[in-house]
């Protein structure tokens, strides 16, 4: 391994400027005549839309639906069949349809000023009733989000199927609800867009904090009207995205379209509260479970039904239901059994409209899944990280193909646990355990195991059919004129280091040293075509096409070394950065010198492609390459507070060929800080009415410096047959388990009481009901 | 969201300061730390800000007569760091220190806390135990308010229009004197879920356990107050104490009050 390439703990190039403040944000943008925008959002959750009066004299600096009516609503479809479709438009139109909805925006010299404007408009809304709770939204009769669909499914689907006599034979059958909290994303930086004009150019610039900025651009171009190559998207450094950022915001749309009217520029930053109120938009899961098991607790079949409140729109292009087919798909997660049978359904509620947020799903079925497996072990009476790698696929069984057809491609899944049962000390909690503790809390230790399928492509998103499928990632490499590299990438980079990670591929592809290599991105006007930042896929795909460039770089240049070297083309190679012929070497500066500058040294017959190559890319498999990891947590539980406190946090991951150790331990820490938010503190209630109750980071709690004790990772690393080296994605795995570690310790320490929690975030005041349940339980039998 | 626009005044003196609250019906502000977000919220829109941190009468102390005066402006940092001469074996030290973070610490005021009257907050309940007197200043002259008389309920407070608060008097405790303070936040500077504060000494006549962190202002709770000082009050006392405040509290809500009040007594009076 080298000091700077695949592998090394090199410290990130982007933290430079980062650490010293000299990110360049979208509003620190700054343009002469810049305009603020500031929105009239609903205050309520469904309404009719009678009109808005506004007052004369700000006619000229306020837009409705009205003046949008060129602008074609969003309308995200997907060819799942029974799939209900919605028009999702910038500016409502007739009605509101969650509480935040965008109605009116106001424009003016500052935010304030455009505030002020807001507040004297006065929107005429005749109140509806709001479709907020799942279970009431399908029942007939249920007030309805959108009329003409006659109901409130998006979607009502079936995985799997037969479950045999399952509910006559199996041994011990376990049934339990869980549900997770509606929840905010919560990126440092909130949306933010600032467009304009470019007559030199003649293209619409729209700067926006997006993961996805070619995405963005199809997307504008198809509601605009306007043609790709007059659009230009740079995303410049964006505060985290999380999936917040990797739609098509009516926000964007807007602000875009006043950039053509007013032909001067505007901007438009979220703030926290709107960020709040009008973005909480994930999460909300309600399961029931029933797993079927025998004596010792190794599963047979699950039987599950998956609710999910998705809110009022179909978002772009992800839609409505890919949550849904992530959650059905996903929830076997790492666990082999024959039997299966998930009912997904997403239905239409008012809420703000359903995005894909770190994991998609994954965290919701790894809590139902990892929970159900400690229920059934307590069940049966057994240690539940035995039953857990018991039930797991076993490392002899790989490449497996699970109950839902998902391809692991490799991995030793219950090693990973073991090592975990090991660091943790499962013994010495046990002995803790007996003899109890001073202070009166109690503790526990929990497990949970997933699956992180990362890069999956088109087998994946094209049997959704979507709007926007991700094939083959391009990159470009351009060897300088003095032999540095830059490369160019369509994906974003917005905390995942790729400035770093792909500067790494590319100095082990070529020996150029780390300083000498440039990464850009972000940029359309710049940058190869990419569908994105998403999906864990940037290391794999973005990775890959780094990796394929560098590569048909090498007999680009070797035909040039060959000239100078007296030798021939295929005698020529490249090691330690210089390229090297049977007598001697040249740098690679001396190639580019030349192709560029001195061609006039160069025989007449060279490979005239040049140095600047642009390459598409996908891996052996396009169904997803699979980490995975164990989270392990011991916790403590003051049961008359219905406090928790992490006392240790181990993960065991292993996502292939680790690129840099660094960056990895970065994302999961970050993911599993999310994931620490996810279990104890993150939710945002809603009123019966439809009313986000949390619209202050006082009232949504985020967890901190203080609630996020200090992780120990482990790797491991199986290398994928399936990737250039090995690498599998690992953005979002972090995220997925926490909650479900936290939980299921939780209930370990529960257990004297007979209490157990299956609601996230598990609150004081949820952990106290439970144990008070519990205890009214006890007293009655 | 961005504040609404306001005019700002730092005045000189304390009497410029109240003439231009009573002329233009202005807003007092201290350390900005309860204003501030309910500026940029728009949940206060005021014409005129009377900053009022940097008035001498409001900075400060005096001690003298049994009991210290402390300035309304003196920030919760100062107590915590003990630029006060400590009177309360070391309470309101510790009380301070526990006070949200830091940087919210070193400009958030005493006299903030108690004019924004939130009930999770941590002064309202503690001065209520040491039995803090308040002195507030008019255009007419001061008067001297007992602090339980002050406290009216959530955000509500007995101040007439135009009238600040300039000091609290906290009375200097015996060397026999017992205190304990309990307080449960989900996280670090998050607001309370529940509160007990505990004073006893019975030579400056205080017998006080008081319950905050409730919908309204914070509430003694008199049953127990009786018998402190005859060891500590049983499980069975304390919910009885609870009770006979007669507020519907959810179950969860109750267990941590339970818990809170058995906490405080257990620090004030040991196990
Ligand atoms: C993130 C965060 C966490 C917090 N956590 C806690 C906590 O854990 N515990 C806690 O107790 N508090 C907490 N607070 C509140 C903090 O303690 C504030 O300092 C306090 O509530 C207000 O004090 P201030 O000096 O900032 O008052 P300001 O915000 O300046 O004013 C508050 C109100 O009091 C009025 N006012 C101010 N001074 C006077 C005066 N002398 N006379 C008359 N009226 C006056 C103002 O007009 C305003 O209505 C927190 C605040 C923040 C921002």
């Known amino acids: ?781 | 969201m961005k504040a609404a626009k306001f005019d700002y005044e730092a005045p000189a003196s304390l009497d410029e300061a109240l003439s231009r609250l009573a002329e233009n019906g202005g807003k007092p502000v201290s350390g900005g730390q309860s204003m501030g977000p309910m500026l940029n919220m728009r949940l206060a829109t005021p014409d005129l800000l009377v900053d009022l941190r940097r008035l001498d009468e409001l900075n400060g102390y005096s001690q003298g007569d049994g009991k210290l005066v402390v300035g309304a402006a003196v920030t919760h940092a100062q107590v915590e760091d003990g630029a006060l001469p400590d009177v309360t074996k070391g309470m309101m030290a510790s009380v301070a220190s526990d006070i949200a973070y830091r940087p919210v610490r070193t400009r958030g005021t005493i006299g903030g806390s108690l004019c924004h009257a939130d009930p999770a907050a941590d002064w309202p309940s503690a001065l209520t135990a040491l039995d803090a007197t308040l002195v507030v200043a008019g255009t007419g002259g001061t008067r001297r308010i007992g602090i339980d008389d002050f406290l009216l309920g959530a955000f509500a407070i007995a101040l007439n229009e135009g009238e600040v608060l300039i000091a609290v008097e906290i009375p200097v405790l015996s060397d026999a004197a017992r205190w304990g303070y309990f307080k449960f936040c989900r996280k670090t500077g998050e607001f309370a879920e529940t509160i007990c504060g505990v004073v006893f000494d019975p030579a400056n006549d205080i017998r006080r356990v008081v319950l905050g962190a409730l919908g309204g202002a914070p509430k003694r709770l008199g049953e127990l107050e009786d018998r402190l000082g005859d060891g500590i009050p049983g499980v069975n006392g304390i919910a009885a104490a609870i009770d006979a405040l007669d507020i519907a509290f959810e179950p969860a809500q109750l267990v941590m009050h339970n818990t809170a009040v058995r906490r405080a007594l257990r620090q004030a009076f040991g196990s």
Request: glycine letters at 10%; aromatic letters at 6%; charged letters at 20%.
């Open chain 1, 1 to 781: 391994m080298s000091d700077s390439g695949i592998g090394a703990r090199v410290k990130r190039k982007e933290d430079e400027r980062h650490l010293h403040g000299r990110g360049r944000f979208v509003s620190d943008i700054l343009l002469p005549n810049l305009h603020d925008v500031a929105f009239l959002r609903s205050p309520l959750a469904h309404g009719r839309i009678r009109g808005i009066d506004i007052p004369d004299d700000l006619k000229s600096q306020v837009y409705t639906a009205a003046d949008l009516a060129d602008v074609t609503p969003v309308r995200a479809v997907a060819t799942v069949p029974g799939f209900k479709a919605s028009d999702f438009p910038p500016l409502a139109t007739d009605k509101v349809r969650y509480a935040g909805e965008a109605i009116a925006m106001c424009v003016a010299r500052t935010r304030a000023e455009a505030e002020d404007m807001v507040d004297l408009l006065r929107p005429d809304l005749e109140e509806l009733p709001a479709v907020c709770d799942v279970e009431a939204a399908v029942q007939s009769g249920s007030a309805l989000v959108h009329e003409d669909w006659g109901d409130n499914f998006f979607l009502d689907a079936v995985v799997g199927g037969d479950l045999g006599d399952l509910e006559k034979t199996a041994p011990v059958i376990v049934e339990r609800e869980y549900k997770m909290a509606r929840q905010v994303m919560n990126p440092m930086e909130g949306k933010a867009v600032l467009a304009h004009w470019d007559d030199t150019a003649s293209q619409l610039v729209v700067y926006t904090s997006t993961q996805v900025p070619h995405s963005i651009r199809s997307g504008l171009s198809m509601c605009l009207g306007l043609a790709e190559e007059k659009i230009r998207v740079i995303a410049p450094d964006v505060g985290g995205g999380f999936g917040y950022k990797c739609i098509l915001q009516p926000e964007e749309i807007c602000v875009a379209w006043l950039a053509l009217k007013r032909r001067h520029p505007v901007r438009w930053i979220e703030d926290r509260r709107e960020h709040l109120t009008a973005g909480a938009n994930t999460r909300e899961h309600y399961y029931k479970v029933k797993a079927f098991a025998d004596e010792r607790g190794k599963l047979l079949g699950l039987d599950a039904t998956v609710t999910i409140s998705v809110g009022a729109y179909s978002v772009w292009p992800f839609t409505a239901v890919i949550e849904a087919g992530q959650a059905g798909g996903n929830l076997p997660g790492p666990y082999a059994f024959g039997k299966y049978r998930c009912r997904t359904v997403s239905v239409a509620t008012n809420k703000p409209p359903f995005t894909p947020y770190r994991g998609v799903a994954r965290p919701g079925v790894c809590f139902a899944m990892d929970l159900t497996i400690d229920a059934v072990a307590r069940e049966v009476g057994r240690e539940p990280h035995e039953v857990r790698a018991e039930n797991l696929v076993q490392p002899e069984q790989m490449p497996f193909t699970n109950v839902t057809n998902k391809f692991y491609d490799s991995g030793d899944y219950p090693a990973g646990v073991r090592e975990a049962v090991e660091k943790i000390d499962v013994a010495g909690i046990r002995g803790r355990q007996q003899q109890g503790e001073p202070d009166g809390r109690l503790i526990g230790v929990g497990f949970a195991t997933y699956v992180e399928q990362t890069a999956h492509g088109r087998p994946v998103f094209g049997a959704w059919g979507i709007a926007v499928v991700p094939g083959y990632e391009n990159a470009s490499v351009k060897l300088t004129a003095d032999g540095g590299l830059e490369i160019r990438v369509g994906v974003q980079s917005h905390g995942q280091g790729m400035e770093t990670t792909l500067a790494q591929i590319a100095n082990t592809e070529l020996g150029i040293p780390l300083d000498r290599i440039t990464v850009i991105h972000g940029d359309t006007g710049t940058t190869p075509f990419s569908t994105g930042t998403y999906a864990s896929r940037g290391i794999v795909m973005a990775g890959g096409a780094v990796a394929t460039c560098c590569r048909e770089l090498i007999p680009r240049m070797a035909p040039i070394a060959a000239h100078f070297l007296q030798c021939k083309p295929d005698e020529v190679r490249l090691e330690g950065g210089m390229m090297k012929g049977p007598s001697g070497e040249v740098p690679l500066a001396d190639v580019g010198r030349a192709w560029y500058l001195r061609p006039d040294q160069l025989p007449e017959e060279i490979n005239e492609s040049g140095l600047e190559v642009v390459m598409g890319y996908k891996p052996g498999i396009e169904t997803g390459v699979f980490g995975y990891a164990t989270h392990a947590v011991t916790v403590a539980v003051d049961p008359d507070l219905g406090q928790v406190e992490i006392l240790d946090y181990v993960i065991v991951e292993d996502c292939g060929t680790l690129i840099n150790p660094m960056v990895v331990e970065g994302q999961t820490y970050g993911g599993a800080a999310q994931g620490i938010g996810t279990a104890l503190y993150e939710e945002m209630p809603y009123s019966p009415q439809g009313q986000p109750l949390a619209s202050t980071l006082a009232d949504y709690i985020l967890p901190g410096p203080t609630e996020v004790p200090k992780i120990r990772i482990f790797h491991t690393e199986t290398p994928s047959p399936y990737t250039t080296h090995g690498q599998k994605g690992v953005g979002e795995g972090g995220a997925i388990a926490p909650h479900a570690a936290i939980g299921n310790a939780i209930n370990d320490a529960l257990k004297p009481l007979g209490a157990e929690v299956g609601e996230t975030p598990m609150t004081p005041h949820r952990i106290l009901d439970a144990i008070q349940a519990a205890k009214a339980k006890a007293a009655a039998e």
